[in-house]
């Protein structure tokens, strides 16, 4: 491994001997790893798999432009620097988990939440805490972990993220929410996953959560990623979600963040037959943001039904990755995606569908829209349709536009001052895709958010 | 009062002249109607009176109660009671007919210095004046104008307009696109506006809509400039013998 301030370099063998010099992210990264193995959780089964992931970043550093997942992200480009592993100590009295909640899903009764404040458990109640004393946190789980917790992360580990990402986040997560919604159950109000800084400064994060939905149970999933005290963080989130048979599971991730924050999350799931998900997330902010979802249909007769929407400014770096594994037939996805992008902000759509050879019947639609408010802000959609089965019905589309000239001179010619005009054309744009949250009080809390977010100067006259 | 005096008026992106030289009064209380065939500056007027851009006034003057229109904001110009109702109504995908209605309406009184209506009372108001315009309030819940059919999108606008409360109208041939029941609606509310207070211009391509709307005044429009005005039977004679005689004229 690398000394100090010396940039280590490393031979591969290719038809002709490549050198990857490694960037000052990428050594301190592994020599992170090095100082912390001894701590992190979980037996030798996890210790072997965290040494052979920390390997395989090794290997390929950071995700960057020459990766075709990774093309419009380059963190090898973009991240300058790791921050330091944040400890989870906190720094001082932040807000409390019912505060963050009244404040980002005001108006919501929550079943029930789990809060992580820089992956240290900060606290948990309703469902979370109601049936016996199972923890909800990884972290005291994974000494002992029950066999289809350790089954579940050892597939996630090994399949679920082997780019370098994904391969940091093996390396690294200490903690993560689990949950397992025994079959039947149906829960009507949201269950709710917080995930704050705790303070002290600039510092990095991994977590991994698992939730196991049983045959048939009810349930709405919502993960909120946000500051508490406004220290900036590098953020690895990944959730593996195995949803059963003839569940019904609908999942909101809110992501928020400043300019020197990055967040980096992936949700892996795999559906049952007869089930519906419905994921939506929403990303407000000025940082870097990547949004992955890996989903397989691994059973017939399911749903998928995606929205996204995002409103970024300033050189704000939003990114929405899909990929969609249709691996049995008779199934249907949906995905739209809705961004607003102002200033030199940039959004970023790839949505790949594959349609296994056996997955007949399959029908898959797809969109991606983006409302320019600033001549430098940019979107790049690439949508890739993989089609090997005869008897489907695939579609994609994508746009981006500015705002409509004539509409504004419609609701002028009505009276309404331009701000407010503009206000109104945006928030019908982003509005279709928040729509998609079939939850009253959700619906209405984020478009509360994206009403905040132009209120906050992003269409100024 | 509406005066238009010598107005020029060409498109911002090309080197083309619309209005050549038109000049036009309107009182208070009166309804003119302007006829004109196609080509001949019909819509630019009624655009250029609501303040759209894609138009460079030239010369001319062009002023509501003695106040210059000219350089005046869109929103402005509806606050001082400029009202056009569209040819080509507009859509607006994900907003709620009512929502638009209501903010259109709180943000004219607010700029006009009376109180915002509450939602109970904008909704008694809505519900009144809908209903006179055979509108169901299940449709204004709709985004505005989407999936409407023309006659619906032409009542639409009248609803506007009689919530905005308007005291220069424009209509913009309301009657395209109508068949004979909608445009006795249509008409009935525009009718129903007239007052002592209030002057409308009528553009039209066809004399019909002034059977139901019957004007003071009938101004023949062609090649950029007011070429006759008469009286209401300007307007069945124009229906007899065409717009040729003035086309003519203009060439």
Known sequence: MAQDGVVEALKVERPMTVQIVRTKAETALIQAYDAVERELPGGAWLKARRSAAIGSFAAQGLPNRRVEEWKYTDLRAGLKEMYPLATGKVGGAGHSAEAIIARILPGVEASGFVHLEDG??????????????????????????????????????????????????????????????????????????LFTDGGEGRGS?????????????????????????????????????????????THIKFVETEADDVHTGKWDVRLGSEATYRPFQMTLGSGLVRNELALSFDGQHSTL????????????HIDTTLLIDHKVGHCTSRELVKGVLDNAARGIFQGKVIVQPNAQKTDGKQMAQALMLSADAEFDSKPELEIYADDVVCGHGSTSAELDDDLLFYLRARGIPLAEAKSLLVESFIGEAIDKVEHDGLREAMMGHARRWLAAGHVGA | ?????????????????????????????EVHAIMGPNGSGKSTLAHVLAGRDGYDVTDGLMSWNGESLLGMEPEERAAK?????????????????LTFLRTATNAVRKKRGQPELSTPEFMKVVRDKASKLNIDIEMLKRPVNVGFSGGEKKRAEILQMAMLEPTLCVLDETDSGLDIDAMKIVSEGVNALRSPD??????????????????????????????????????LELERSGYAEYKGKAA
């Open chain 1, 205 to 249: 994060v991994f977590s991994r959560s698992v939730i196991r939905v049983g045959d048939g149970a009810k349930v709405t999933l919502v993960e909120v990623h946000c500051g508490n005290f406004a220290a900036a963080r590098q953020v690895s989130a990944a959730t593996q979600l195995m949803v059963g048979r003839g569940a019904m599971v």
């Open chain 1, 120 to 193: 240290r458990g900060a606290g948990f109640a309703g469902i979370f805490s109601s049936k016996d004393d199972t923890s909800p946190y990884l972290a005291d789980l994974l000494g002992s972990p029950p066999a289809w917790l350790r089954a579940e992360l050892e597939r996630g580990m090994a399949t679920g993220g082997t780019d370098g990402i994904g391969s940091l986040n093996a390396a690294f997560f200490a903690n993560g929410v689990v949950l397992d919604i025994p079959s039947r159950l149906e829960i009507d109000q949201p269950l709710v996953m």
């Open chain 2, 1 to 29: 009062m509406l005066e238009i005096k010598n107005l020029h008026v060409k498109l911002t992106e090309e080197d083309k002249a619309i209005l050549k030289g038109l000049s036009l009064t309107v009182p208070k209380g």
């Open chain 2, 81 to 97: 009671g400029v009202f056009l109702a569209f040819q080509y109504p507009m859509e607006i995908p994900g907003v709620a007919g």
């Open chain 1, 305 to 316: 039904d995606f929205g996204a929407a995002f409103l970024a400014g300033d050189r704000g």
């Open chain 2, 198 to 235: 209030r002057a409308m211009l009528v553009i039209t391509h066809y004399q019909r809509l002034l059977d139901y709307i019957v004007p003071d005044r009938v101004h023949v429009l062609a090649d950029g400039r007011i070429q006759a005005s008469g009286g209401k039977e300007l307007a």
